[in-house]
Structure formats: C-alpha cells, structure tokens
Nanobody, 121 residues
Framework: QVQLVESGGGLVQPGGSLRLSCAAS????????MGWYRQAPGKQRELVAT???????NYADSVKGRFTISRDNAKDTVYLQMNSLKAEDTAVYYC???????????????WGQGTQVSVSS
C-alpha cells in the first residue's frame, strides 16, 4: 500500500502565499517524477508543476515565476511554494507520484486526496 498525504491548503488573500506539502509513505521502492495538479469547479484537472528525481522541473505557463516545486528524496516529500496568488488559482490541489513498489516492479501513478486552496479577499 502506498499513500500520499497533502497538507498546507487554506484560504488566502490575493497576493498572498501558501506552501503545500505531500508526503509519500508505505511500500515504496523508488519514486521517480512527483508533481502537483489542480482542479477548479467545472474544469478538468490540469498540471501545475512536476519535478523529476534529479530535480528537473516543469511548470504550467499560468504559474511560472510565481510557484516553485521542490522535493526531499530522503523524506519522499514534494513541496509547492505558491506566491503572488490570484483568484484563478482557487482549486483543489492534488499531489501525484510515480512509484515502484519493488525491484523490477512496474511504476504506477498514485494520487493524494486533494487539498483546497482558496484565494479571495
């Protein structure tokens, strides 16, 4: 069993900051790419940012320059620092990780339960 547990969501005013965390636990052999996705009401889930095990990053155009993704491989944890938040960043944010549970075992996608981020005055 593998679990991803997110934390750090909440309500913030426009221009404010939040930091999301996601810790993976359970039967983990190796984690490759980790990332954050979000889903706003009435919209499809979209990529926010991803980071490889070697710390190569990729961002959605809408968050470049405002969000920073990072990870701690020793703690199996990924972070998302969100600055200069806008109302359009309001969504449920989901953590994703590509994980193998053993030597030679195929990697699978795992998802967290989601954490609400609301940006409003």
């Amino acid at each position: 069993q593998v679990q991803l547990v997110e934390s750090g969501g909440g309500l913030v005013q426009p221009g404010g900051s939040l930091r999301l965390s996601c810790a993976a636990s359970g039967n983990i052999f190796r984690i490759s790419t980790m990332g954050w996705y979000r889903q706003a009401p009435g919209k499809q889930r979209e990529l926010v940012a991803t980071i490889t095990r070697g710390s190569s990053t990729n961002y959605a155009d809408s968050v470049k320059g405002r969000f920073t993704i990072s990870r701690d491989n020793a703690k199996d944890t990924v972070y998302l620092q969100m600055n200069s938040l806008k109302a359009e960043d309001t969504a449920v944010y989901y953590c994703n990780a590509v994980i193998s549970t053993g030597w030679g075992v195929r990697e699978n996608d795992y998802w967290g339960q989601g954490t609400q981020v609301s940006v409003s005055s």
